[in-house]
């Protein structure tokens, strides 16, 4: 007869080993460095980008900065994680090749952390890329001619005019993206593995080591439990920008 271990309910105690542990301090400050680095870098190329291609005759272009939006997320982590190698990665090498010293991209803490950020928004700026575009070309035309018989110049049609017609896009791309960036995994596992330490390591990959590496699967529903929480009051700060930005443009 194999002896059973009685389960005891604790009530809230994973919450209070979770607000005592500083590992947990620390992912979470990671996250949400991770997540607000991202999307702000991924909102502003994607703009700059769609609108540059939108006043070019070139639609190859298009193509070409879409590509890494359908790539595989575990194929771009293997590619950058070899590209980013100290030894063998062809970054290092063309650093070498100039005279300047080899960087451990992956080996320290705070070049880890960018060289994540960087892969992200390698791979998900041409998704930003592409909503700005769609906004871009739905754009009414008659505020333009109109701008353009006043004599305003392009920062000013941009400014007081692309700008403010495209504010529910923007609050749509915030929210996709902030979500996303936010429950990140496959990327931080394929490069880095939340190291070195716990230098790249956010909420979903402490879950998943949490889970099946460590075997505390209570301390890990308790984090999930959080991440929902977290992310549910991102949906209603985005959900109440979306609104105001749909009724300003009403």
Known sequence: IVPTIPRIFIG?????????DTGFHRTLLVTFEYTLGVVAIELLLGFGIAYLI???RA?????????????????VGLTWRFLLSY???PINYFISVLGLERVNWLGRPLTALISVMIV??????PFAMLIFLA?????PVAPYEAARVDGAGPWQVLRYITLPQLTPIIAIILMFRTLDAFKTFDIIYMVTSGGPGNATEVLSFKIWHKAFFQNQIGYAAA?????????TIMMKIFGRLFAKAQAANQ
Do not use: C, K
């Open 12 to 20: 809230l105690g994973q919450y209070s080993n979770m607000m005592h």
């Open 54 to 56: 939108s006043t070019s």
């Open 59 to 75: 639609r190859w272009l298009r193509i070409a900065f879409l590509m890494p939006a359908v790539i595989a997320p575990v194929i």
């Open 87 to 89: 030894d063998l990665g």
């Open 120 to 125: 992200d928004i390698w791979q998900w700026t």
């Open 135 to 139: 906004g871009l070309e739905s754009l």
């Open 223 to 231: 984090l999930s439990v959080l991440t929902i929480i977290l992310a």
